[in-house]
């Protein structure tokens, strides 16, 4: 992102898809957390992370 703009005032906004391969979703809440532990530490303060974390059952359709 820094390559492509570093511009005062510009927005860095990371959108992130996260499909667990858990098919029944019994890790679910797991995952969620561990994955909102390390997010918290290995952001770098200038980008935004957008999680999308979708539910179990769920299957992406193109």
Do not use: C, W
């Amino acid at each position: 992102m820094n390559a492509f703009s570093q511009a005062a005032g510009v927005r860095k906004i990371a959108y992130v898809i996260v499909n667990f391969d858990d098919r029944l979703g019994e890790y679910a809440d797991r995952y969620r957390a561990q994955i909102d532990e390390r997010h918290s530490k290995i952001t770098p303060p200038d980008i935004e992370v957008e999680l999308d974390i979708k539910p179990a059952f769920y299957t992406a359709m193109s």
